[in-house]
């Protein structure tokens, strides 16, 4: 188990759907939900066409890095206990992770005026 920071960019045990097994993802972490909790924000080397999308790679690191470029998808967050954070990969520079919170902040922004 790795004591999570905000900025990392840390591998999560992600469970399969029918929970048979699990599967390392990165993710960015966010910001402390309280109780050992942790909100983060999928990473993942596909863009999937998301507008929203931060491209990060080596250049945006202060510490680590990823082996490929890779996409935080503001609009994919979730909370998880830091029981599940296997290891750190890096840590975000300060630019790149305001400009994730940015993007988590203009999603929210966006939801809450696309009521019809």
């Known amino acids: 188990m790795v004591t999570p920071t905000?900025?990392?960019?840390?591998?999560?045990?992600?469970?399969?759907?029918?929970?048979s097994q699990t599967k390392l993802r990165p993710a960015v972490v966010l910001a402390f939900a309280g109780r050992d909790d942790w909100i983060l924000g999928q990473?993942?080397?596909?863009?999937?066409?998301?507008?929203?999308a931060v491209t990060i790679d080596d250049?945006?690191?202060?510490?680590g890095s990823l082996r490929v470029i890779s996409y935080v998808r503001p609009g994919k967050l979730f909370t998880a206990?830091?029981?599940?954070i296997k290891s750190r990969v890096g840590i975000l520079d300060e630019s790149a992770f305001?400009?994730?919170i940015e993007a988590v902040i203009k999603v929210f922004r966006s939801g809450a005026s696309s009521e019809s």
Do not use: K, M
């Open 6 to 19: 905000t900025r990392a960019v840390v591998l999560v045990s992600f469970p399969f759907s029918d929970l």
């Open 43 to 52: 990473v993942t080397s596909r863009a999937y066409g998301d507008e929203q």
């Open 59 to 63: 250049g945006n690191f202060a510490e």
């Open 81 to 84: 206990n830091s029981s599940i």
């Open 98 to 100: 305001s400009e994730v």
